[in-house]
């Protein structure tokens, strides 16, 4: 800018001097290089360089005209740093999820967050009708550098399950019904610690596809005995009857033992296609956001480390069901070479999902409800904090 505006001030006397024909040559080289839009350069050099007289005070003085100085403007930061430092706390509280889903949560328990000896210091009064009307986008922006500092991959161990391939049938990704509560997608999450030898264990994840209520449990080893047992209690679980489940290709899944399983209790049991790992989004997104962010990738393994991990889950269960909101895709578009993806224009707890429902009965609505009535999210949150 500091050259712009010498070679402007050097220019405007040459310009204004010129004939009509000398004017455009002039113009349209300073244009050229200083890219600005001709009538806005036309009003620069008509003044720039110019003396004129002005009265300061009692003296009459010459002054010489240059390129205007545009004074910086100084903003006044509204989310300052007080209320950086609560949404940092209250992020890492609610286990790093995402801005559109920490705004509505933010919102819905403020006043018992900001009554808690946790969060009372952090969330004064001001603090608190920030945070109440704090946006989406500035919570990205905040979080930005910390989620950059925070982000980790893992590996993955699903082997390959060659049996009754031919008799499971192949669902893809929106080939499901995913309008009706009870069909639901699983799948297996490794904790080895990247070391995929010995026995260690696992977790059994089941989400709903419509309600986007998930359940998971620990698994000693992928045997047929624990993950049977493991897919009764989910089942028991669940607040909607289990009309299907969808799995990846993996050996503990595609075996006669399962499929026995599902025809015996009237379950609709499918398989994704193999190397697509998107068949299973919706299961796939719980391991990510809820399995890894809150167990890691450590190894675990012994009857200790199991009893531990369940209790993480006996907290997490209702805590991720009745208190977390998620944004679900709801449909896809194919816009000429690109797939558009419409999304729900507000996030929504499963139970919120489940008490929109006009097909389930109000006995099992008051029967959750009175369960949420029972729970308190910042004690939740502790005993997920202080599990072994």
Request: proline letters at 3%.
């Amino acid at each position: 800018m500091k050259e712009k505006k010498a070679f402007t001030n050097v220019t405007g006397p040459r310009y204004r001097r010129a004939n009509k024909a000398g004017k455009g040559r002039i113009l349209d080289e300073f244009c050229e290089s200083t890219k600005y839009h001709r009538k806005y350069a036309i009003a620069l050099l008509r003044h720039a360089g110019k003396t004129q007289l002005r009265r300061i005070g009692n003296q009459t003085v010459k002054v010489k005209i240059t390129a205007r100085t545009r004074k910086k403007r100084l903003y006044k930061r509204f989310y300052d740093e007080p209320v950086e430092k609560a949404l940092l706390a209250l992020w890492a509280f609610f286990r790093f999820v995402c801005g559109m889903r920490l705004v509505p949560m933010i919102r819905e328990n403020l006043k018992t967050l900001a009554k808690h000896h946790r969060f009372c210091h952090l969330i004064s009064a001001e603090v608190k009708a920030k945070l109440a009307t704090v946006s989406r986008s500035t919570v990205e922006r905040m979080l930005a550098r910390e989620r950059k500092r925070r982000k980790i991959k893992g590996t993955s161990a699903t082997k390959p399950g060659t049996l009754l391939k031919q008799q499971i049938a192949v669902r893809t990704f929106w080939r499901w019904d995913d309008k009706k509560p009870g069909f639901s997608e699983i799948d297996t999450v490794s904790h080895d610690g990247g070391y995929a030898q010995g026995e260690y264990l696992f977790t059994l994840s089941a989400t709903d596809v419509c309600l986007c209520w998930s359940e998971f449990r620990a698994l000693r080893n992928k045997a047929r005995k624990w993950t049977e047992k493991a897919l009764e209690d989910i089942r028991a679980g669940f607040p909607v009857p289990l009309k299907g489940i969808d799995s990846d290709n993996g050996a503990e899944f595609i075996n006669w033992h399962l499929k026995h399983w599902c025809e015996k209790n009237n379950i609709t049991f499918t398989r994704g296609r193999q190397y697509h790992k998107n068949d299973s989004a919706f299961v796939e997104q719980k391991n990510g956001d809820v399995v890894r962010k809150t167990i890691g990738y450590g190894r675990f393994q012994g009857d200790e480390a199991l009893e531990a991990l369940q209790q993480v889950y006996n907290v997490l269960n209702p805590l991720n069901n009745f208190f977390f909101p998620n944004l679900k895709c709801i449909d896809k578009k194919q816009v000429g070479q690109r797939t558009r993806r419409v999304y729900e224009k507000a996030p929504k707890t499963p139970f919120q999902r489940i008490m929109e429902r006009q097909d389930i009965c109000a006995e099992l609505k008051k029967r959750l409800a009175q369960q949420k009535a029972k729970l308190n999210i910042i004690v939740l949150q502790e005993k997920l904090d202080k599990a072994p």
